[in-house]
């Protein structure tokens, strides 16, 4: 069968479509849906287990990368091996212990091989991290939470005079739990910081509502698309099982304010709550597409492909209206695989 | 008393806020009710409508009425607004 679609090969991370799911797979089939290109997907994955190298209908071929923690010469060097076989056009990196690594190597991977991005700044990546959103907040006149930083479980019992319980622990990369008692925040500082590492963020209790806005920036100041998702289904990882897309011009607004004051380059998922007095605080600004990103195609506005079209070189104009009150649900489902593509995966890091 | 105006409101009885997402179902009566109160009819006029067809007492339709709309406002499908007689 014969195409006018411009063939182009992506390499995708975020392959764990697990309970805690990475966005890769739900990115690669915003990207499979494109009606302008043919893609060939290569997925890069951290662990064997990665759900995604098992789904051949979606993942062409897979290549195991070195953990973030191994440095940028080892990803650049695997990056080399993986292109010289794959020529590869576009990389989307899905996860947020792994973009410093890959946006640090953006240039060399344009300027070295011709491969793609299109990915945050250094700059507008370090500005939204959670340690540092107050000033983000101030800088870009958005309320957010009051938060601080801290090295040392010691530090929380000086907390008193600046927070008041409950109050939320979080991790600088992932998990949050809240903290009714500086005893529970110093279980909870131990546990999160033993994962993930340290700072710890200490960060003021908002109640309301938690609303959640996936959305995608050209990099020069212009939101291209943004949907808005309530969860209405929270597994006990705090993940959204089950979603409905809202509309709410406020959400909207903030979104807009955001992606424009920073041009902001990419996608990107805004954590919000929206308190009983119709408040609206930003909890966090996650650097990439969320787990729930396929919900943004499903009611009209297809992100991974506008970004593959941007990453491109192409204009894209911004997504106007989009349905709401259409609903994901997640499920899981037993794929049955050979042992000798677990060995293949394990042994040569290909699939 | 007025139903907020993104209000999805479907034959079933199904109602969705799409600025929140929160859904509820309503039966036939309680659809009847949010209708006629789309069409910017007053409490009043809704009670008299009622009245007129189904067979109840002016005072226990009244009370119903009052209920059903003080839970509409709770969940954020109504706004209060001042009705004038």
Known sequence: MTTNKKPITVAVTGLNAIDSPGPGIPVIRGLRESEEFDVRIIGLSYEALEPGLYMHDLVDKSYQIPYPSSGMDSLMTRLEYINSIEHLDLIIPNFDAELFNFIKLSERLEKEMGIKTFMPTIEQFEERHKANLNDFGDKHGIKVPKSKIIFSSAEIFSLKEEFSYPLVVKGKFYDASIAYSPEQAVTQFNKISAKWGLPIIIQEFVHGQEVNVTALGDGKGTLIGAVAMRKTYITDKGKAWAGISIKDDNLMDMTKRVVESSHWKGGLELEIIKTSNNDYYLLEINPRFPAWVYLAVGCGQNHPEALMKMAAGETVEPFGDYDSGKMFVRYSYDMIVGLEEFEKISTSGEL | ?85
């Open chain 2, 1 to 85: 008393m007025k139903i907020k105006k993104n209000i999805a409101l479907s034959d079933s009885g199904f109602v969705f806020d799409p600025s929140s997402g929160d859904s509820f179902s309503t039966n036939p009566i309680g659809l009847e009710i949010i209708k006629l109160c789309k069409e910017g009819k007053s409490i009043e006029n809704i009670k008299n409508e009622l009245l007129s067809k189904y067979m109840t007492d002016e005072t226990t339709l009244e009370k119903d009425i009052y209920d059903f709309f003080q839970m509409l406002v709770k969940l954020n499908v109504a706004e209060e607004i001042k009705e004038e007689n």
